[in-house]
């Protein structure tokens, strides 16, 4: 009797056993490499799935999507390029849904779709490269939010903050676009490796950037059991300005509060830049323009806000416009030219002008993408806290 139990209770362990080696295992099948990056600047994308139809490539240096073809293993691939040097979100369209590639760690944040990316370097390393030089730090942090919520940052501290503990640092605060989260200008737009280049070569002040979630609607609907809500519909109409003023409350009554006990920050306004890309940069104009005695350092990345909405809720800041040219150290507006932002940017500009606010500008080619933005980073960031 005690024989058979012991044999019955051996073979349930070697179920057990065989069954959870099972379970821990990855998938078997063909390695695959994706995406490779070649010598000559070209990339081959690869896909694993026997069973697909069909598998096209979808990406941001590609106008349309294309084809990929598949091979006896069952893996989908394609060469494309050369590809000019930079940070790119892509997809694979797999019998007519979009998917991330499961051979890449790196992705894109976002609220609607998580895009993979490569990275095709330079031959000359690019101003968002990872280089030998010192490098800064990033760190998560949450605090107390609207309504009884709990928000979240990404912080980034300039290189030598841990070991000159007696110093203290002026703050950017630097908020992502419509669907984007806290993540993305620190996992897409590379901002702390451009801070950390960009502070080696000499050319900006070390500085504090602070990375909040833009959307609050989305997160107090998330914590309190809600239905996240769509996305407003008129870029100027009031559910979207009721909500770029709840960023604004947000961020002034509850952000920089945190920050500022939390970081050894320098807490004035000629210490405070605040900027922003596409809903992130309409949210800047807003909390700017409603803060004047918070912020002196002011950043709109393909965005803008329209003459009607500057003249009802804004007319301070051209009524007296060389009391604002006093009081905005920086006040930088860019776009790109194929951007679906670039006519209501430009009008944008063309009113400041009017009004005789000065701001300076950038158009750069290009669209609405983080390829663009990461020139913005760098090109605005040597200007603050000079």
């Known amino acids: ?108 944040p976002n609220e609607r779709f998580k895009a993979s990316l490569v990275d095709v370097p330079g031959d000359t390393p690019l101003i968002h490269a990872l280089r030998d030089v010192p490098h800064g730090s990033i760190n998560y942090e949450y605090y107390p939010s609207l309504e009884g919520t709990t928000g979240s940052l990404v912080v980034y501290t300039p290189p030598g903050y841990d070991q000159n503990t007696a110093k203290k640092y002026p703050v950017f605060y630097l908020i992502s676009g419509t669907t984007d989260t806290e993540e993305t200008f620190f996992k897409v737009g590379k901002t702390n490796l451009i801070l950390d280049n960009l502070i080696a070569e000499g050319k900006t002040k070390p500085m504090i950037i602070v990375m909040p979630y833009g959307n609050i609607a989305a997160r107090i609907a998330e914590q309190k059991g809600g239905t996240k809500p769509a996305d407003p519909t008129v870029r100027d109409g009031a559910d979207a300005v009721k909500r770029a003023n709840d960023f604004t409350t947000d961020l002034v009554n509850n952000v920089i509060p945190y920050v500022e006990k939390t970081y050894r920050t320098i807490a004035n306004r000629e210490s405070r830049a605040i900027g922003g890309f596409s809903r992130g940069g309409g949210q800047t104009l807003r909390t700017a323009f409603n803060h004047m005695d918070k912020f002196a350092w002011v950043c709109s990345y393909s965005s803008y806000l329209s003459p009607a909405e500057m003249d009802k809720s804004f007319p301070h800041i051209t009524s007296n416009p060389a009391n604002t040219n006093k009081q905005l150290k920086l006040f930088w507006v860019s776009v790109g030219s194929d951007d679906f932002l670039y006519q209501g940017t430009v009008e944008f500009m063309d009113y400041l002008k009017a009004k005789k606010v000065n701001y300076k500008s950038l158009i750069t080619d290009g669209g609405h993408t983080w390829m663009n933005v990461k020139k913005y980073v760098a090109e605005t960031a040597p200007l603050l806290f000079q």
């Open 1 to 108: 009797m005690c024989r058979c139990l012991s044999i019955h209770w051996w073979a349930l362990w070697a179920f057990v056993c065989l069954t959870t080696t099972a379970f821990s295992q990855p998938p078997r099948g063909p390695l695959v490499v994706s995406p490779q990056v070649n010598a000559d600047k070209t990339v081959t994308f690869r896909y694993l799935s026997p069973a697909a139809q069909e598998v096209k490539l979808s990406g941001q240096f590609l106008k349309a999507p294309i084809e990929m073809t598949k091979d006896a293993q069952g893996i989908w691939s394609v060469t494309v390029g050369p590809v000019k040097p930079d940070i790119y979100p892509y997809s694979f369209q797999v019998n007519g849904v979009t998917v991330m590639d499961p051979a890449n760690v790196a992705f894109f």
